[in-house]
């Protein structure tokens, strides 16, 4: 298996804190869960976490390696060119709300999928059913629900078939129905393909970490750093 990322030292700001990140080596095939535990529950947290993974922030301190290559190191072309490999399924916003759902995960197809048009159409036709959104496809992202705009984002972020997925925040789980189709499509590509997946929390959910654990998810608990001033 090759090695998607590793870190160590990492500190990343959240908001009114900075979570310190554990060393951790994430390789193709397996699925990371960021979980803080600090006691708070800022909502910002599982962004701040995974937007630094993405390489869309970047960490107070620390090193972020992707693919065998510190981040820090490479120029920014060279960061737009490593993002093509990488997913990011925000947990809020992060959709164009002019568009409708079937172009927002048409996008990354039509400006790096190097595909021809019938091609690129059958693509995003497989998305919107993998992810059930055949029904609300013609749609903005302000006229349908939460649970339909992260499976487009979810949808968009694996459009790639990118081989490190980042996914913040819980999305439509919901601990009384087990993992939804949407988690275990994000799973299965991470347990049966080149990927790794790394989940980022705002706060420990036991269910989801249960859940994703049954197919060897790795858990790295994530603290409060001491930011300058003495504020975490």
């Known amino acids: 298996m090759s090695i998607a990322a590793t870190a160590t030292g990492l500190v990343c700001d959240a908001g009114r804190i900075r979570l310190r990140i554990p060393p951790f080596s994430a390789d193709a095939g397996t699925i990371a869960v960021f979980e803080p535990q600090i006691g708070q529950t800022e909502s910002e947290i599982a962004a701040a976490i995974g937007r630094m993974l993405a390489t869309v922030a970047f960490p107070v301190a620390g090193t972020l390696q992707l693919f065998d290559e510190p981040v820090a190191a490479r120029s920014y072309v060279e960061l737009l060119r490593l993002r093509q490999r990488v997913g990011l399924a925000q947990g809020h916003g992060g959709l164009l709300s002019n568009r409708s759902l079937r172009d927002n995960i048409a996008l990354p197809i039509a400006t790096h999928g190097k595909l021809s048009a019938a091609d690129e159409a059958a693509r995003v036709q497989a998305l919107l059913a993998e992810f059930h959104l055949e029904s609300v496809a013609g749609l903005r992202p302000h006229e349908v629900d939460g649970t339909a705009r992260f499976r ?69 608990g994530c603290f409060a750093d001491e930011a300058p001033g003495g504020h975490t």
């Open 152 to 220: 487009t984002c979810a949808a968009r972020a694996v459009a790639l078939d990118p081989a490190w997925l980042v996914v913040e925040g819980v999305g439509d789980f919901d601990a009384n129905l087990g993992l939804s189709p949407t988690w275990r499509s994000l799973v299965r590509r991470a347990t049966e393909s080149t990927s790794a997946l790394a989940v980022c929390l705002s706060r420990p959910n036991g269910a989801l970490t249960a859940g994703l654990a049954h197919f060897g998810a790795r858990v790295y």
